[in-house]
């Protein structure tokens, strides 16, 4: 069965640094394309960083400077590292992930359970 499984997160001060990592296992033929996004309380969940398979980025605005996406192919693992983290970044990070299973068959939505970042002093 195919997983995908985030790690990484915790509680940091606001300023530090995090990195969460998010391994995609079992038969996959292909990933396109992969990103990370978040849920804090009582909000709307929303798009942090994308990246495609040839390593194009996309940001939210809100995180730009701060935050960056990549990814290894190889691993079939995408990271995403957060410097200069505030207290509005405080959410359930969840990983997804574009995966074609099979040869000739659709591709799909993924997505982890979710790791949680806390930033408090």
């Known amino acids: 069965q195919v997983q995908l499984v985030e790690s990484g997160g915790g509680l940091v001060q606001p300023g530090g640094s995090l990195r969460l990592s998010c391994a995609a296992s079992?038969?996959?033929?292909?990933?396109?394309?992969m990103g990370w996004y978040r849920q804090a309380p009582g909000k709307q969940h929303e798009l942090v960083a994308s990246?495609?398979?040839?390593?194009?980025?996309n940001y939210a605005d809100s995180v730009k400077g701060r935050f960056t996406i990549s990814r290894d192919n190889a691993k079939n693992t995408v990271y995403l590292q957060m410097n200069s983290l505030k207290p509005e970044d405080t959410a359930v990070y969840y990983c997804?992930?574009?995966?074609?299973?099979?040869?000739?068959?659709?591709?799909?939505?993924?997505w982890g359970n979710g790791t949680l970042v806390t930033v408090s002093s």
């Open positions: 997804n992930a574009d995966l074609q299973l099979f040869p000739l068959g659709p591709g799909a939505d993924y």
């Open positions: 079992g038969t996959i033929f292909s990933i396109s394309g």
């Open positions: 990246i495609t398979s040839s390593g194009s980025t």
